[in-house]
């Protein structure tokens, strides 16, 4: 039964964009990607400065309205979601990064990003406005991301 030979990066866990592809052409295109996975690397270091520009600015305004140096419970819940925006974005530079690094997603990263994310929602809701369809399914994706994050870590 012959055995197919097969370059030593390919179809393995890590190797999604290898620059030693045979076909000049992919090895072009990965590089682009590569590129543009930089790119995206550096606008999301700027969306984060610029996110604790707004966390800075949203705090100074709060506390500077009367009544001066306190905060209003929907104030709080402002600062806290534009906390949780930052550390998202954060946390989905570190994704763009390990990318870059292993050129693998790294998935159980992602279901945590995605997770902290809903819970900004969910620390955000304006329960005056809420419908029962969106606590619902904001429930059902809860539940969702939950399990597979316990399956993914569960299985390492």
Do not use: C
Not at 26 to 54: E, N, P, Q, S, T
Not at 65 to 89: E, K, R, S, Y
Not at 92 to 114: E, G, H, Q
Request: avoid cysteine.
């Amino acid at each position: 039964m012959p055995t197919e030979k097969r370059s030593a990066n390919e179809h393995e866990p890590g190797h999604d964009l290898p620059l030693e592809h045979e076909d000049p052409t992919i090895r072009f295109l990965h590089r682009i990607i590569r590129y543009a996975v930089k790119i995206l690397a550096v606008l999301m270091v700027l969306v984060i400065v610029w996110g604790i520009g707004d966390v800075i600015y949203v705090l100074y305004q709060r506390l500077t309205q009367p009544p001066f140096l306190l905060l209003q419970i929907n104030d709080i819940l402002a600062t806290f979601g534009a906390f949780l925006a930052v550390l998202i974005a954060i946390e989905i530079f570190i994704n763009i990064s390990m990318y870059l690094s292993t050129n693998v997603i790294p998935v159980r990263l992602v279901i945590a990003t995605a997770l902290m994310a809903i819970a900004r929602k969910v620390i955000i809701f304006d329960f005056e406005r809420i419908t029962p369809p969106l606590v619902y399914g904001t429930a059902a994706v809860v539940l969702a991301l939950g399990i597979t994050y316990w399956l993914i870590t569960k299985r390492n």
